[in-house]
C-alpha cells in the first residue's frame, strides 16, 4: 500500500473497516505521512533523515462504554483485528459519561495546504537548499546552525453514521541560527510555508546573519519597564499561551485566565485593547489548515477576539451540551490581524524603546493573570529618536500577554510566523507595546 | 505538535500543568501481554539492514528495532477521561558513508526488505549531504558485546496489573481530594515500556526490556467570593520502575511539614495532604520580594540540577551543535581546560550516571552500544567533565564514550541525551531540621514548579509548589507567589550546605525535550536538602 492515498483509495479503506464493525457506533481516522529533514551546525551537516509512517485508529462504542485501538498494517485480516480488538476493549472500559456518540455527516469547506513542490522533495534538494544557506552563514567568523524539515501527508476519517472527512496537507519549515566566532553575536530566523516554492534560505539566512553582526557589543540596559517592538516571531509565543487557554470549561470551572468571581467567564468582556482581532479561518490563503477536527465537526471562520472583547471560547460537544450552547471545536489555525504600519516605520516612531526580535524558554508563572516568564534572544536592540542605536544585552521578563495587549501602542502588517515553542503556525502582526516588564539580565549570548 | 497529539488522545485539558508528548499509537491493553518479536527473528531483520548498508558503501551501521508501549490512564474527580493504550513498532538504521551521518525509518518492518530499504535509504542521505561536510565523522572505537541483553529489575510490571486496578487507585485519589476541600482534581498514571534491540557492525547484538512509571495528579482549590485559585500537583517522582513504586512503605516516607517519598509513593496520603494545602494556599501570606537563604527539598531541587547543571554540560550543546533551538552553554572548553573553573561552593559534587537501579536513565548500554557508567562532572565545586558520546570524545581527549547516547522512538535519530545527573550528600551528618534550625531569614521549597533558564544557562527562574517562610531557625507559616533567580555559577557557589546521605531522594523529569525534530527523554536527578544562602525572591502576583 502507498503511504500517501489519495481521497477515493482513503474512503474505500474507510469504508472496508467501518463494514466490519459490530458496535453500536465506529469511528476510524487514517494518517500517511513521509518525513524528510536535515540538520546542521557548526557550518557542516550533522544529522538528517526520513521517516515514513502510517496508521489506523479504530474507535468502537457500545452505548458510552468506548474503546479505541489501532494498527500499522493494512491487509485484510489486520482490519478485521484491529477492529475486533477495539471492541474487546469496550466491553470492558467503564461508562464513559462525556462519551457524545458519532457525528452525522458535516459539510467542509474547502481548503488547499497540499503542494506538490514540497511533496517531491528529495535529500538532494533539502542539501541544496541548505548549501545556499551556508554560502552566506557560514563564512566570515561566523558559525551556523539550521534545521530544514519536510512533511507530506493526509489524514481522513469515517463514521458508522457515514460521515466521511479528508485532508491532505504539505510543510516545511527552517530556522537558522547564526553566531558570530567570537560568541558576542547571535542573529535567528524562522520560515514556515505549506508551499516549498516559497522557501528562500538565502534570504531568509540573510536576515539571521545581519542580526548576528549587528548584535555583537551588546550593553546592558538597567531592568524595569520598557516600551518594545515586538517582532512576529517574539509575540507569537506570547499570544500562542492566551489561545491555549481560550476553552470554555476552564474559564466555567473557574480555573482560568478567562474565569471571573462566582462562576461567570469574560465571554463577551471586552479584556484587551480594542485594536485586537483575533479569528481562525481553515481557508485562509497564507495559512491553510484542516476544515474539519479531530471528531469530524466543520472548522469554520470563527472571532475569538472582536475589537478587544472575547466573542468565543472553545467548547467541547460534552461542555457546550451541559451549558446548553452550540459545540466550538478548539481552531487549527489562529490570526491575528494587524495594522499598516511596516516594522521599519514603527521603529521610526518611536522615541525610547527595545527591539526585541525573538523570545526563549517561555513558561507559565501564574495561570490566574497567566503570567508567564522567557528571556530574549538572539538580538536585542536599543531604539532611540527612531534609530536603532544598539544591541543590549537580553533580559528576562515576567509579563501576561493579557497585560501586553491593553498595552498596545502600534500594530503592524500580520504575516506568517512559526512559534519557536511549539512550531505551530499563526499569522502575527509586529506589535509595540508600552510599559513591558523586564525583571533581570542575562549574561547569554 | 505533540502536547495537542497527546490533548486530543486524552480529551483533557490539563490546563498548563506540564508539557506532554505522545509518541505511538492507541492499543488495547490485552496486546501488551505478548512478548513481541522474537530475538532470532529481531537479529535477521537487523544483520539484512547491516549487510545492506555495508553493501552501499557505509563504512559503520547501527539497527535499532523498537517497540514501544504506553499505556495512560486519565481520570478527574469522578470520572475516568480516557484509557490510552498506544503501541509503536519499527525500525531506525543510522550509518556513516562517505565521512557522514545518515539516518532512515520505517513503521512496520518485519520484513528483511523493509530494514534493507531503510538502510539504503539512509546511505543516500548521507552520500547527498556528504558535500556538506568539512571534516568526517570521528567515531570512538567500541567493541562488539556478541549477543547479550539487560532487564530494568522491577517487582511488578505494570502492564501486567489489571485497569480496574488503576482506575480504582485513581478515583479513590479524587474522592480523597474532593473529601478534604478540592474543588477540582486530575490524576494520570503514566506507564511505559521500551523493548529495544539494537544491533551494530561492530559486533553488538544487545536486547534490552525498560519500564518506567509516573503517578500524577493536580488538585485545585476556588475561593469563590475573590474568584481567586490555588493548585498543588503531587509529590511524586517519575521513576524506572513497574507498579512497584505504588506499593506503600513506611521506610519510603520522609515526614517533616509534609511527607515526602522516597522509592516507594503513597497517593492517596500525598493528595489528602495536597487538598488541605491548595486551600492554605488561599490564604497564605504573599511573600515580601528580597534575598533568602532557600532550603530546597530534593523534590524541587531535581530540576534546578537538570536545567543549570545537566543541560550546560551536554557536550553537543558546549560545542554548538544545538545552538539553533536549546542553545549553548556558559561552561565553555576553556574553562574545562583551566582545571580551576569554580563551578560552586566545595560543597557542590554533581555526578552523571546511567546505572542507579530505580532511576530514569538506568540501562545496560546505551542506544549506541556503549555500556553505561558513572562519572564525575563537578568535584568538590570545580567542573571537571561533561556528557559526551561516541562521535564527541576524541575533542576531550578521551579514547571512550560515556555511553549516554538515546534516541525516544525507532523513529528518531539517536544523539548525546543527559543521563541521570545527582548531587552528591554532604559527607557530614546533617538532618533536615538541623538545617533549618540556623537559617535566619529563609524559604522552604517543596515540589517543583515553574522554569526557565536562558540559552547559555546563565539566568534562571524557579518556582515551587509548596513555600514555608523559615525566621529564626523555625517555619513560621505558608508563602505564596515565590520565584526565585539566579545566574547558575552564583547559585551553586552560594550553596553552604547539603544534608547527608539518609536524605537522599530522586526526583526527574518524564518528558526533557531536546533536538531537532524534538525529542523526548526520562531522565533522573538525585539530591539531599541542600541550603543556598542570600537568593533573589520575587513576587509574582499581578492583577489582570
Not at chain 2, 583551566?338 to 536513565?361: C, H, I, M, W
Request: glycine share 8%; with cysteine; aromatic share 8%.
Amino acid at each position: 500500500m502507498s503511504v500517501i492515498l489519495s481521497e477515493a483509495e482513503a474512503k474505500a479503506l474507510l469504508q472496508k473497516v467501518i463494514k466490519l464493525s459490530k458496535a453500536d457506533e465506529c469511528e476510524a481516522n487514517l494518517l500517511g505521512e513521509i518525513r524528510g529533514n536535515i540538520r546542521y551546525a557548526r557550518n557542516e551537516v550533522s544529522t538528517s533523515g526520513s521517516l515514513i509512517n502510517k496508521n489506523l485508529v479504530v474507535q468502537s462504542a457500545f452505548g458510552k462504554k468506548v474503546g479505541v485501538a489501532t494498527i500499522d498494517e493494512f491487509d485484510d485480516a489486520s482490519l478485521e483485528k484491529v477492529v475486533r480488538r477495539a471492541e474487546e476493549l469496550a466491553r470492558l472500559a467503564p461508562e464513559n459519561p462525556e462519551y457524545m456518540g458519532v457525528l452525522e455527516p458535516q459539510q467542509y469547506g474547502k481548503s488547499n495546504g497540499f503542494f506538490e513542490s514540497t511533496a517531491k522533495i528529495t535529500p538532494e534538494v533539502r542539501a541544496e537548499a541548505v548549501a545556499k544557506s551556508l554560502a552566506l552563514s557560514g563564512q566570515n567568523q561566523l558559525t551556523s546552525a539550521g534545521f530544514l524539515e519536510n512533511r507530506a501527508g493526509f489524514s481522513a476519517m469515517m463514521n458508522s453514521k457515514g460521515l466521511f472527512a479528508y485532508y491532505p496537507s504539505t510543510g516545511v519549515n527552517f530556522s537558522l541560527t547564526v553566531r558570530t566566532d567570537d560568541g558576542k553575536g547571535s542573529g535567528y530566523v524562522i520560515r514556515g510555508y505549506n508551499d516549498f516554492s516559497r522557501l528562500d534560505t538565502e534570504a531568509a539566512s540573510r536576515i539571521a546573519v545581519q542580526k548576528a553582526r549587528g548584535s555583537v557589543g551588546a550593553k546592558a540596559l538597567e531592568p524595569g519597564k520598557y516600551t518594545v517592538i515586538l517582532e512576529p516571531t517574539a509575540a507569537a509565543v506570547l499570544l500562542e499561551s492566551l489561545y491555549y487557554d481560550m476553552d470554555a470549561r476552564g474559564a466555567d470551572e473557574g480555573r482560568s485566565s478567562f474565569s471571573k468571581p462566582g462562576g461567570k467567564t469574560r465571554l463577551g468582556e471586552k479584556i484587551v485593547d480594542e485594536r485586537v482581532n483575533i479569528y481562525s479561518d481553515p481557508a485562509h490563503p497564507e495559512l491553510p489548515a484542516a476544515p474539519w477536527a479531530g471528531d469530524g465537526q466543520p472548522q469554520k471562520r470563527v472571532s475569538w477576539i472582536e475589537k478587544g472583547v472575547v466573542k468565543n471560547l472553545a467548547y467541547s460537544r460534552y461542555w457546550a451540551q451541559q451549558k446548553g450552547v452550540k459545540p466550538l471545536p478548539y481552531p487549527g489555525n489562529m490570526i491575528m490581524e494587524g495594522g499598516t504600519a511596516s516594522l521599519e516605520e514603527m521603529i521610526k516612531n518611536t522615541k525610547k524603546g527595545i527591539l526585541v526580535t525573538k523570545l526563549w524558554y517561555i513558561r507559565p508563572v501564574d495561570p490566574q493573570t497567566l503570567l508567564m516568564t522567557g528571556l530574549t534572544r538572539d538580538g536585542t536592540f536599543y531604539i532611540e529618536d527612531g534609530k536603532i542605536k544598539h544591541p543590549i544585552k537580553n533580559f528576562r521578563f515576567n509579563e501576561s500577554p493579557i497585560i501586553m495587549l491593553n498595552n498596545l501602542e502600534t500594530l503592524g502588517k500580520s504575516e506568517r510566523v512559526v512559534s519557536t515553542e511549539s512550531d505551530q503556525s499563526y499569522m502575527v502582526p509586529p506589535m509595540k507595546i508600552r510599559e513591558f516588564t523586564f525583571s533581570s539580565l542575562s549574561d547569554a549570548v | 505538535m505533540k502536547r495537542r497529539d497527546f490533548i486530543q488522545l486524552s480529551g483533557l485539558g490539563i490546563g498548563g500543568m506540564m508539557m506532554i508528548p505522545v509518541l505511538g499509537h492507541a492499543t488495547t491493553p490485552e496486546s501488551f501481554l505478548d512478548s513481541g518479536m522474537d530475538v532470532a527473528v529481531k537479529k535477521r531483520l537487523a544483520d539484512a539492514a547491516l549487510n545492506a548498508a555495508k553493501s552501499k558503501g557505509a563504512t559503520y551501521t547501527d539497527v535499532r528495532i523498537g517497540r514501544y508501549l504506553n499505556q495512560y490512564v486519565i481520570t478527574r474527580e469522578n470520572k475516568v477521561q480516557n484509557i490510552v493504550n498506544t503501541e509503536s513498532y519499527g525500525v531506525g538504521v543510522r550509518v556513516i558513508a562517505d565521512g557522514c551521518w545518515g539516518f532512515a525509518a520505517i513503521v512496520d518492518a518485519k520484513t528483511e526488505r523493509d530494514t534493507a530499504k531503510a538502510a539504503e535509504e539512509a546511505v543516500a542521505i548521507a552520500k547527498a549531504n556528504a558535500r556538506l561536510m568539512k571534516s568526517p565523522v570521528i567515531l570512538a572505537p567500541q567493541n562488539g558485546y556478541g549477543e547479550v541483553s539487560w532487564k530494568a529489575p522491577i517487582k511488578r510490571n505494570a502492564f501486567e496489573v489489571p485497569i480496574q486496578e488503576k482506575v480504582d487507585l485513581l478515583l479513590g485519589v479524587n474522592d480523597a481530594a474532593m473529601k478534604n476541600g478540592a474543588n477540582y482534581v486530575n490524576s494520570i498514571l503514566f506507564m511505559v515500556n521500551e523493548q529495544k534491540y539494537f544491533a551494530s557492525s561492530d559486533g553488538s547484538y544487545i536486547d534490552q526490556d525498560i519500564h518506567r512509571m509516573w503517578p500524577i495528579f493536580a488538585v485545585t482549590c476556588i475561593d469563590p467570593k475573590t474568584g481567586k485559585f490555588e493548585t498543588r500537583q503531587s509529590l511524586s517522582a517519575p521513576m524506572g520502575m513497574g507498579y512497584d513504586y505504588l506499593q506503600v512503605n513506611p521506610a519510603d516516607k520522609v515526614t517533616g511539614i509534609t511527607t515526602r517519598y522516597n522509592m516507594g509513593y503513597d497517593m492517596l496520603e500525598d493528595v489528602t495532604a495536597a487538598a488541605q494545602q491548595a486551600k492554605e494556599k488561599l490564604t497564605a501570606k504573599s511573600v515580601e520580594a528580597g534575598k533568602y537563604d532557600l532550603v530546597l527539598d530534593p523534590s524541587h531541587l531535581w530540576l534546578t540540577i537538570h536545567e543549570s547543571v545537566g543541560h550546560p554540560l551536554e557536550l553537543d550543546r558546549v560545542l554548538g551543535y544545538e545552538a539553533n533551538f536549546a542553545g549553548t552553554s556558559f561552561a565553555t572548553l576553556d574553562k574545562l581546560k583551566s582545571g580551576n573553573f569554580n563551578y560552586g561552593s566545595p560543597q557542590v559534587t554533581l555526578f552523571a550516571d546511567k546505572t542507579r537501579e530505580g532511576s530514569l536513565g538506568a540501562v545496560g548500554w546505551d542506544d549506541e552500544g556503549v555500556k553505561t557508567k558513572r562519572w564525575d562532572l563537578v568535584k568538590d565545586g570545580t567542573l571537571v567533565n561533561y556528557q559526551a558520546i561516541r562521535d564527541q570524545v576524541h575533542i576531550l581527549g578521551e579514547k571512550e564514550s560515556h555511553g549516554c547516547c538515546y534516541a525516544d522512538s525507532w523513529s528518531s535519530v539517536q544523539f548525546q541525551r543527559m543521563p541521570n545527573v545527582s548531587l552528591a550528600p554532604g559527607k557530614a551528618p546533617l538532618s533536615v531540621k538541623e538545617m533549618i534550625k540556623d537559617v535566619k531569614k529563609g524559604i522552604y521549597i517543596i515540589g517543583d514548579g515553574s522554569f526557565s533558564i536562558d540559552q547559555q544557562r546563565y539566568n534562571f527562574q524557579f518556582g515551587g509548589q509548596l513555600f514555608y517562610e523559615i525566621k529564626d531557625g523555625e517555619i513560621t507559616g505558608m508563602l505564596k507567589d515565590v520565584a526565585y533567580q539566579s545566574n547558575t555559577q552564583e547559585f551553586w557557589n552560594s550553596c553552604v550546605q547539603v544534608c547527608d546521605e539518609k536524605d537522599f531522594r530522586l526526583g526527574g523529569s518524564f518528558f526533557d525535550g531536546k533536538g531537532q525534530p524534538s525529542q523526548s527523554s526520562a531522565v533522573s536527578h538525585g539530591s539531599s536538602t541542600a541550603r543556598f544562602n542570600g537568593v533573589n525572591v520575587i513576587n509574582t502576583a499581578r492583577k489582570i
